[in-house]
């Protein structure tokens, strides 16, 4: 009755244990696609290898995040304590020499700071938080948070074919192969 | 990550022992090295002029200590290993064992500092309870009240069952645990009894290993100026401790596999803890120094600040910046990367230069106080109090040579006796495979 119009999004295959799914991986990997995932109730050891994943660029967002947070601590303490209100206490220095003071809030600061990047950058690298995705049209896509460990190859994928595809994740093992369509 | 799975073909049944036709050439020289070292020591220390035997007591202390703490910390990794039941460490935990067990050889060269000839040039207090005529309490009553409070704690007959103790009973863990890890080797039934009793016989000598590394600390190193204190001290050595020990596990780890040996059973992954670790214990180093500092700093209190004072006159200000930031700064922004960790040879550098580091702290702990105190003790002899006695020096540095040629002849020696890494381990399998 209703005429939508239904987009592929693409193959969705279950795999019987985490030891299929890693095996799986491999093969897909080795095979060339890029637009894929794994998906798994919990998380397995050596899978991000398996999948040929690089390592995250996280890491140097946190470091200059990090870096950041103590430049400022670093500008905070030492114009209100040095430039504008010298604050002198038990004869110490109000200069460059009064830093042993600022350590404990430039530390501070740089663990917060990076712990924002972690947060934010992740969030932002993953593309969260989103509304909906479209594997969730699959019936069965639930089982990922419970006991089915499955692989999704996206259409969008230059090497993905309906039949290629199709019969590639059926040669690995892949079992209940659904073509996954979403909602326009 | 695609690497080899490792099955129980790829360990040696019998064990991976090192070819000791291939190590006794390093081995004779470091003997003969710490042997001639030690002759012409105890010649510095007891009878050459007595300028030289003041300077080099000083020099003797720093590197008995320096190579005390290495052992002390490896005594420590095999108990951290044991009672946290980790099992990426069963493959590398032997190294640990044997650098622990240089501790009972390494402790002998105390022996020395045990003389009241030597103590005299290094520890005030003692001589101060010597010079006491009658009984020095109540002598210490009338005329040094600060001694007299610290009597309980800073008197001769504790201070050696002190000493007796951490040569007894810490020798006792080590050795206990080593041979309990070494008999399984050739058990043909090891089963997991080992590994219980290890972990049993673990938790309580985390105790005696704190006591240890915070009273040699106090005793040999704070006690050269008996009005000095700080509750940071022990915590602190304890981290540079950890940290350089683990060093020394990375290089001896690194040499074993160029050799041919812990082949299969050590790998990038085991590489890439012992590096997070030793990042760890240097930003845990670096919170501690500084607390200590920032704590006395702050408080501002005349007989804590003179620590700091000392070491900041002269050129060992310099010195001092060059640790905040050789210690701290450089291997903080090296260690981070997570592929140097990884490569065995890269991460041998970082442990090399950590170590020099290691040595570096350890001198300012225990040498700026030599110009102070031996013009204290006899101006005429040493000159007045001064920031440091010229030519003093090269005492230190053949004291080092001489006490570190003796650590690598017993570690040399410790890892020639048994298998390099425990091959009937129940969990070598799981270790070898490790993934992190």
Redesign the interface.
């Known amino acids: 009755m209703s005429t939508t119009r239904k987009r592929v999004y693409g193959y969705l295959a279950e795999f019987k244990s985490a030891s299929a799914l890693y095996k799986g991986a491999e093969k897909i990997r080795d095979a060339g696609f890029r637009k894929w995932d794994c998906y798994s109730p919990y998380p397995i050891h050596g899978l991000d290898g398996a999948m040929g994943l690089k390592r995250s660029i996280l890491p140097w967002f946190v470091f200059f995040g990090g870096m950041t947070g103590t430049a400022t601590a670093f500008a905070l303490a030492y114009t209100t304590q040095v430039v504008i209100y010298p604050t002198v206490v038990q004869s110490k220095p109000a200069n460059i020499f009064t830093v042993p003071a600022f350590f404990p809030i430039m530390f501070e600061l740089t663990i917060l700071f990076s712990g924002f990047t972690v947060l934010f950058g992740l969030l932002a690298l993953i593309q969260l938080p989103r509304l909906n995705h479209p594997l969730f049209a699959s019936r069965q896509f639930h089982r990922a948070t419970d006991d089915g460990f499955f692989i999704a190859i996206e259409a969008r994928d230059p090497k993905f074919s309906p039949n290629g595809t199709r019969d590639l994740l059926a040669g690995i093992g892949g079992a209940n192969i659904e073509l996954v369509e979403e909602e326009d | ?2 690497h080899h799975h490792v099955t129980s073909a790829d360990i040696a049944i019998n064990g991976d022992h090192l070819d000791s036709s291939k190590v006794s050439k390093v081995k004779s020289i470091a003997l003969g090295v710490a042997a001639i070292g030690t002759v012409v020591s105890l010649y510095l220390l007891f009878l050459a002029p007595e300028k030289i035997q003041g300077t080099y007591a000083y020099s003797w202390l720093y590197a008995f200590y320096l190579f005390l703490t290495l052992s002390i910390g490896g005594v420590f990794w095999v108990l951290l290993h044991n009672v946290s039941n980790a099992s990426w460490g069963t493959s590398v935990r032997r190294v640990f064992e044997n650098i622990g067990a240089t501790f009972p050889w390494m402790f002998l060269f105390c022996i020395p500092l045990l003389t009241p000839h030597v103590q005299h040039y290094l520890y005030e207090w003692m001589n101060i309870h010597r010079a006491a005529p009658g009984d020095v309490k109540e002598y210490l009553h009338h005329h040094d009240h600060l001694l007299y409070n610290k009597y309980w704690f800073m008197n001769r007959t504790f201070w050696y069952g002190r000493v007796a103790f951490y040569a007894i009973v810490f020798s006792g863990v080590i050795i206990g645990l080593r041979k309990l890890s070494t008999d399984q080797d050739t058990d043909p039934n090891p089963g997991t009894w080992r590994l219980l009793k290890a972990r049993y016989h673990s938790n309580y000598p985390l105790i005696i290993f704190a006591l240890t590394i915070t009273f040699t600390g106090f005793d040999f190193a704070m006690g050269l100026d008996y009005t000095w204190f700080s509750t940071m001290w022990g915590v602190y050595l304890f981290a540079g401790a950890a940290l350089n020990s683990m060093a020394v596990g990375v290089l001896v780890c690194t040499w074993l596999k160029s050799k041919g040996h812990l082949k299969h059973v050590a790998g990038p992954e085991q590489f890439h803890v012992m590096g997070k670790l030793m990042f760890a214990f240097t930003v845990f180093w670096a919170y501690i120094t ?1 607390s200590q ?2 704590l006395i ?2 408080a ?1 209190i005349t007989e804590e600040t003179k620590y700091f004072l000392i070491r900041n006159t002269g050129n060992w200000n310099t010195a001092m910046y060059f640790l905040l930031f050789g210690h701290f700064v450089v291997p903080f922004v090296v260690l ?1 990367q ?1 592929w140097l960790k990884r490569n065995p040879k890269l991460l041998s550098i970082v442990a090399i230069y950590t170590l020099c580091m290691h040595a570096l702290d350890h001198y300012l702990i225990i040498i700026p106080e030599r110009g102070i105190s031996l013009g204290k003790i006899n101006p005429e002899v040493f000159g007045d109090i001064q920031v440091s006695i010229p030519g003093a020096f090269w005492g230190d540095i053949f004291a080092f040579i001489t006490i570190g040629a003796a650590f690598v002849f017993f570690l040399l020696r410790a890892l020639g006796q048994h298998s390099l890494y425990p091959n009937r381990d129940p969990r070598i399998l799981e270790s070898a495979n490790a ?1 992190n």
């Open positions: 990550m695609a500084f500092f920032f700093w702050y501002n981070l997570a993934s």
